[in-house]
């Protein structure tokens, strides 16, 4: 897949500037992408377009904007995020057969209704019960900030040192604000694609490609990949220290309200990454949410990959159906809503 297959997202609030680097490294290094909006209106509605080069910052969504939700993060502006659950071994009793089926039956009406795909991935910490929907690879889009953020710390945990305050403030802007700057010069810190390639070698993810060049927007990747990598995050053992985890925790935790959609929808209290762009050859929109949320008394890692929804706000109410959907079926209740799309 070539760079030109990615559409470009409109611009958002994460689109600030990137802080200069101390050591003089990163002015190199750094490729200022500016994001623009084009709204161009029609019966069919509005077609969003922009600018992707290595990701996105749109906070577009329904009516124009994702929504903003009144729930709680885990990790509350001024507190510190929740104690990870913890570590558990591969071995425990994952989910049913039946469950498993249940959880197909339910989202074959996205894909047959819209042609959206979608590919899921839940697990229960606390009881070791786990869930994995779809084998493909799908694109990242804004989801590789966190997958970025752990091969930067992996790198300083190797050097024996701690985050400079220029890689904390750019990681901080990069995560909380989806900002693509940011996102592009700590690609560049991280040595790009070969070494995010090497870092998911000590993470333990199998299936993602990063993407090339300076694109790190399309690096691909599946939903099973994307749930070690928040194994990695939230819980022990992990290749990433405690004070990393609690970093990545903190960061996840304190999403601009305007992206706490996606996974959030089935919990109270949450930690989370989205991400989101439109493809220019098929005009589909490709919408991603992974993180921790806490409902029904327990702790979830929840992982949605999407794409082929035609529109943004269509995906976003597909991510968010899913979760709660895939949530149900592993506590072997039924969804609140139908996952089918209207």
Partial sequence: MSPSDAARPPRGTGNRPVPPDPSGRGKACVRR???????ACSAAGALLTGCFAAGHTATGGRGGHPPVRNQTPLTPAHSKPAQAPPGFPDTRTPASTDADNALTRLLEPIRAQSGTRVSIAVLEPGTGRRMVHGSQTHITASLAK???LAALLLRAQREGRSLTPWETSTAASMIRSSDNDSAGALWQRIGGGPGLAAANKVL?????QAGPGTHWGLTRTTAADQLTLLKTVFAGPSPLSEASRHLIQTFMGRIDAD????????????????????????QRWAINSM????AHG?????????HGSPSMSHG????ERAARTAVHALRGTAPPV???IH
């Fill in 259 to 282: 992206q706490d959609w996606g996974i959030s929808a089935e919990g109270s209290r949450w930690q989370l990454k989205n991400g989101w762009v439109q493809r220019s050859h098929s």
């Fill in 204 to 208: 333990g993810l199998t299936s993602t």
């Fill in 316 to 319: 976003i109410s597909t991510v």
């Fill in 291 to 294: 993180g921790r949320v806490a």
């Fill in 146 to 148: 966190v997958n970025i």
């Fill in 33 to 39: 992408e500016r994001i623009r909006l084009v709204l």
């Fill in 298 to 306: 327990s702790t979830f890692y929840v992982v949605v990959l999407s």
């Fill in 338 to 340: 139908s996952p089918i």
